[in-house]
C-alpha cells in the first residue's frame, strides 16, 4: 500500500467487542452484532459466566483480567468460539499478534460458520503480510454465505495487497453494493484509486467514506493526502486536522500534515508534526527522515544525523534511510563515512536517484571525476528531473572540457527551474484564487484561476476552481466550457461530471444535464448530490415515474436523508398524491422538527386537502422556526384570508 494511505483491513470483530488492532490503522465502522444484556454472577461458574464477566472486565478497560475470564470459559469449554474470537482480539491489541491469529483459527475451527472470527483471521493475516492466506480465509466465508459483505472486503483488501486491483475493486465494489453504509469500503476503493494514480476518483471515494462515517479519521487523512495533489492546501489542511482531531494517535495524518506544512514553508511546524508522527508511530521512516531534512536545513546537523542513524538502525535494508545518513555525512564533511552509506543504498536499490547523486558528489570531493560523472549520469537518467544533479554533471562536464555537453545540461537544468517556478507560482495563485473566492470575490478569483492557469495548463483543481467562479458570475458557458475540459482531462472525476451537470441544468439544457448526472453515477453509483439532482431533472422533463424511482433509490440507501424526502413530497404534491405527501412530510417533521420548509410544505398539503386550521399552524411553526421564509409568510397570510 502506497505510504500514508490508511486502511480499514485491521477492524477486528467480536461477538460482542470491536477493536482496531493499531494507532496508524484508523478505521471506523463496524459489522452490526448484538450485545448481550449481561447478568453477571458475582462467582462465575460456568463458561458462559466467565465469558460475559470477561465482557464486562473488557469494557471496563481490565484487558488482562477480561483474557483472564476467556480463557477460563474456555478451560471449561474449548468450543467456546466466542471466547476464542473476543480474546484473539484482546491479544491483538495487546500486541500479540501470533497468539490473535491463533485464537480466531481456534474460533473458525470450533464453528465454521462463525463469520466475524472468519474476517478476523482475514485481517490478522492481512497484519501479518500474507495476502494469499487473508483471501483463503475470506474466500472460505464467502463460499458459506456469498452476500457476506464484510467477507467481500476483506477479500478485496486481501488482493489489493497482492497487486490484482481489477479483482480488489471486483470485490470491495460488492461489498459496497451489498452495504452502501460500509464506510471501510469506499476508503478501500480510494486507497485502489489512489494505486491506479486516479486522484479525483480517489477523493471522491474518500469523500463518500466519510460521508457514510463523519467520525472516519483515516478518511479524512486519505482524503487530505489527496487534496495535496491537487494543489488545495487550504482543504488538505481541513481534512488533516480533522483527522488528528479525531484520532490524535492517527500517525499518516500527522505525517500528511507535516509534508503539507512543509510545503508551505513552515518548518517548526512540520518538524512537530513529524515528532508527533513517531510519538505514534517509532517506526515511521518517512517521518523520521522528513525530520531529519528540515533539522539539517535549519543547520542542526547532529540532529539530523541521529535521526537517520535511527532511521538506518530501525531498517538497515532501507536505502533511502542510507542515502540520507550519507546526505547528511557529506554535509558535515565526513565524506569517508558518507561514501559508505551512499555505496550502500546504491547497492540496495540501484534505482535510487538520490543516492547515486550524492555518490556522485562524493566522488567529486575525492577528485574522482570519471567515477562522478558516472554517478551523476546516472542520477540524471534515473530522476530527469533533478535539476541539482543536472547542474552538478553539467560543471563537471565544463571542467573536462566537455562545453557542449555542458551547455547541453545547464539548458535543461534551466528548463526544469523555470517548469519549477511556473509550478509554485501556479499553485500560489491557485491559493490566493480560493481565499478570494471564499470572500466571494468572483472577480480576483478568476484572475487568479486564469494566472494559474497561464502558468500551467494542466492544473486540473485551478480550472475546476475556475469554472465554479464563472458559475457564481453568471457566465454559465464559460463555467461549461472549462468544466468540459476538465473532465476531458480527468474522465474519473466525479465531482466535475457533476458539476457540469449543474451548469447544464441550470443553462436549460436537460438532456445533457442528465447525462453528465448519470457519468457522475456510472463512477460511484451512490454519489447523492448526482442522483438528487438527476432526480429533478427527470421531472421536469415530465419522467415523474424514473424521477421518483431515483429519490427512492436514494433513501433505500439513507433513510435519514432529509432532502431526498423532502424533495420526494414535493413531487407527490405537483402530481396531487397528497396522502404520499403528507406521511414524507410527517416523518420529516417528526424526525428533524426544526425544518421549517418542511413545514410550509406539509401546511400547502392540508390547505389543499381543506384543512386551513391543520395548515395554519404549519405555516405558523414555519415562521417560528425561520421568520425569514417568505413563502411561508405569504401561505400563510392566504390561508388567513380563505379562513375569513
Same mark, same amino acid.
Given at each position: 500500500m502506497p505510504q500514508g494511505l490508511i486502511s480499514s483491513a485491521a477492524l477486528f470483530i467480536g461477538f460482542t467487542l470491536t477493536e482496531v488492532s493499531a494507532c496508524a490503522q484508523s478505521v471506523a465502522g463496524q459489522l452490526p452484532v448484538g450485545k448481550l444484556q449481561l447478568q453477571v454472577q458475582q462467582a462465575p461458574s460456568g463458561p458462559l459466566a466467565h465469558y460475559r464477566l470477561g465482557i464486562t472486565l473488557y469494557h471496563e478497560g481490565k484487558l488482562d483480567d477480561a483474557a483472564a475470564e476467556f480463557r477460563a470459559a474456555l478451560a471449561l469449554n474449548s468450543r467456546l468460539a466466542e471466547a476464542h474470537n473476543d480474546l484473539g482480539i484482546i491479544l491483538n491489541r495487546q500486541g500479540k499478534r501470533e497468539a490473535a491469529r491463533l485464537e480466531f483459527e481456534?474460533?473458525?475451527?470450533?464453528?465454521?460458520?462463525?463469520?466475524?472470527?472468519?474476517?478476523?483471521?482475514?485481517?490478522?493475516?492481512?497484519?501479518?503480510?500474507?495476502?494469499?492466506?487473508?483471501?483463503?480465509?475470506?474466500? &472460505?466465508?464467502?463460499?458459506?454465505?456469498?452476500?457476506?459483505?464484510?467477507?467481500?472486503?476483506?477479500?478485496?483488501?486481501?488482493?489489493?495487497?497482492?497487486?490484482?486491483?481489477? $479483482?480488489?475493486?471486483?470485490?470491495?465494489?460488492?461489498?459496497?453494493?451489498?452495504?452502501?453504509?460500509?464506510?471501510?469500503?469506499?476508503?478501500?476503493?480510494? *486507497?485502489?484509486?489512489?494505486? $491506479?494514480?486516479?486522484?479525483?476518483?480517489?477523493?471522491?471515494?474518500? =469523500?463518500?467514506?466519510?460521508?457514510?462515517?463523519?467520525?472516519?479519521?483515516?478518511?479524512?487523512?486519505?482524503?487530505?493526502?489527496?487534496?495535496?495533489k491537487t494543489q488545495d492546501a487550504g482543504g488538505a489542511g481541513d481534512a488533516l486536522r480533522k483527522a488528528v482531531s479525531l484520532e490524535p494517535s492517527n500517525a499518516s495524518a500527522h505525517y500528511s500534515l507535516g509534508l503539507l506544512l512543509a510545503s508551505q514553508g513552515q518548518p517548526a511546524a512540520a518538524a512537530g508534526e513529524?515528532?508527533?508522527?513517531?510519538?505514534?508511530?517509532?517506526?515511521?521512516?518517512?517521518?523520521?527522515?522528513?525530520?531529519?531534512?528540515?533539522?539539517?536545513?535549519?543547520?542542526?546537523?547532529?540532529?539530523?544525523?541521529?535521526?537517520?542513524?535511527?532511521?538506518?538502525?530501525?531498517?538497515p535494508r532501507s536505502a533511502e534511510a542510507?542515502?540520507?545518513?550519507?546526505?547528511?555525512?557529506?554535509?558535515?564533511?565526513?565524506?569517508?563515512?558518507?561514501?559508505?552509506?551512499?555505496?550502500?543504498?546504491?547497492?540496495?536499490?540501484?534505482?535510487?536517484?538520490?543516492?547515486?547523486?550524492?555518490?556522485?558528489?562524493?566522488?567529486?570531493?575525492?577528485?574522482?571525476?570519471?567515477?562522478?560523472?558516472?554517478?551523476?549520469?546516472?542520477?540524471?537518467?534515473?530522476?530527469?528531473?533533478?535539476?541539482?544533479?543536472?547542474?552538478?554533471?553539467?560543471?563537471?562536464?565544463?571542467?573536462?572540457?566537455?562545453?557542449?555537453?555542458?551547455?547541453?545540461?545547464?539548458?535543461?537544468?534551466?528548463? *526544469?527551474?523555470?517548469?519549477?517556478?511556473? =509550478?509554485?507560482?501556479?499553485?500560489? &495563485?491557485?491559493?490566493?484564487?480560493?481565499?478570494?473566492?471564499?470572500?466571494?470575490?468572483?472577480?480576483?478569483?478568476?484572475?487568479?484561476?486564469?494566472?494559474?492557469?497561464?502558468?500551467?495548463?494542466d492544473l486540473g483543481q485551478a480550472r475546476f476552481n475556475l469554472a465554479g467562479a464563472l @458559475?457564481?458570475?453568471?457566465?454559465?458557458?464559460?463555467?461549461?466550457?472549462?468544466?468540459?475540459?476538465?473532465?476531458?482531462?480527468?474522465?474519473?472525476?466525479?465531482?466535475? $461530471?457533476y458539476q457540469l451537470g449543474v451548469i447544464l441544468e441550470r443553462s436549460g439544457s436537460l438532456p445533457a444535464a442528465a447525462e453528465a448526472y448519470r457519468g457522475a453515477l456510472s463512477l460511484n453509483p451512490v454519489f447523492t448530490p448526482a442522483q438528487l439532482s438527476l432526480a429533478e431533472v427527470l421531472y421536469l422533463e415530465g419522467q415523474a415515474k424514473a424521477g421518483r424511482e431515483?429519490?427512492?433509490?436514494?433513501?433505500?440507501?439513507?433513510?435519514?436523508?432529509?432532502?431526498?424526502?423532502?424533495?420526494?413530497?414535493?413531487?407527490?404534491?405537483?402530481?396531487?398524491?397528497? @396522502?404520499?405527501?403528507?406521511?414524507?412530510?410527517? $416523518?420529516?417533521?417528526?424526525?428533524?422538527?426544526?425544518?421549517?420548509?418542511?413545514?410550509?410544505?406539509?401546511?400547502v398539503a392540508y390547505a389543499q386537502g381543506g384543512d386551513t386550521p391543520a395548515a395554519i399552524a404549519q405555516f405558523r411553526k414555519a415562521l417560528e422556526l425561520d421568520p425569514g421564509l417568505a413563502d411561508a409568510q405569504t401561505n400563510l397570510d392566504l390561508a388567513l384570508g380563505n379562513k375569513h
Open positions: 481456534a474460533a473458525v475451527k470450533a464453528n465454521p460458520k462463525y463469520l466475524e472470527a472468519r474476517y478476523n483471521l482475514a485481517a490478522a493475516w492481512l497484519d501479518a503480510g500474507k495476502p494469499a492466506l487473508a483471501a483463503e480465509a475470506a474466500r &472460505a466465508g464467502l463460499a458459506q454465505d456469498p452476500q457476506w459483505s464484510w467477507g467481500q472486503y476483506a477479500l478485496g483488501r486481501a488482493v489489493e495487497e497482492s497487486g490484482d486491483l481489477d $479483482r480488489a475493486e471486483q470485490a470491495v465494489a460488492k461489498a459496497v453494493e451489498l452495504d452502501p453504509r460500509m464506510a471501510p469500503a469506499w476508503n478501500e476503493l480510494g *486507497i485502489i484509486a489512489v494505486r $491506479r494514480g486516479q486522484v479525483g476518483e480517489a477523493i471522491d471515494h474518500f =469523500r463518500k467514506a466519510i460521508e457514510v462515517d463523519p467520525n472516519f479519521a483515516g478518511a479524512y487523512a486519505n482524503l487530505g493526502a489527496q487534496l495535496m513529524f515528532e508527533r508522527t513517531l510519538d505514534c508511530d517509532r517506526g515511521h521512516l518517512g517521518a523520521r527522515l522528513e525530520w531529519a531534512r528540515i533539522a539539517s536545513g535549519q543547520g542542526h546537523s547532529d540532529q539530523a544525523l541521529e535521526l537517520a542513524r535511527e532511521a538506518v538502525k530501525l531498517y542510507h542515502a540520507a545518513l550519507g546526505s547528511f555525512e557529506r554535509t558535515k564533511g565526513d565524506y569517508r563515512q558518507a561514501q559508505s552509506e551512499l555505496a550502500q543504498a546504491v547497492r540496495l536499490n540501484p534505482r535510487l536517484a538520490a543516492a547515486h547523486y550524492e555518490l556522485g558528489l562524493v566522488d567529486k570531493h575525492f577528485g574522482d571525476n570519471p567515477r562522478a560523472r558516472t554517478e551523476l549520469d546516472r542520477a540524471v537518467q534515473l530522476d530527469p528531473g533533478n535539476k541539482e544533479a543536472r547542474y552538478a554533471l553539467a560543471t563537471l562536464l565544463r571542467a573536462q572540457g566537455d562545453a557542449a555537453a555542458a551547455q547541453a545540461q545547464f539548458s535543461e537544468a534551466d528548463q *526544469i527551474n523555470r517548469q519549477g517556478i511556473n =509550478r509554485d507560482a501556479a499553485q500560489g &495563485a491557485n491559493r490566493a484564487g480560493t481565499l478570494l473566492a471564499e470572500k466571494k470575490d468572483w472577480d480576483g478569483a478568476i484572475a487568479q484561476f486564469q494566472k494559474a492557469l497561464e502558468l500551467k495548463p @458559475r457564481e458570475k453568471g457566465d454559465l458557458a464559460g463555467a461549461e466550457r472549462e468544466l468540459r475540459k476538465v473532465v476531458e482531462a480527468y474522465p474519473k472525476w466525479t465531482e466535475a $461530471r431515483e429519490l427512492l433509490t436514494v433513501l433505500k440507501v439513507d433513510p435519514a436523508n432529509l432532502e431526498a424526502r423532502y424533495t420526494l413530497a414535493a413531487y407527490m404534491l405537483k402530481e396531487n398524491d397528497r @396522502r404520499s405527501a403528507i406521511e414524507e412530510l410527517t $416523518r420529516i417533521v417528526n424526525q428533524q422538527q426544526n425544518f421549517a420548509p418542511a413545514h410550509n410544505l406539509l401546511g
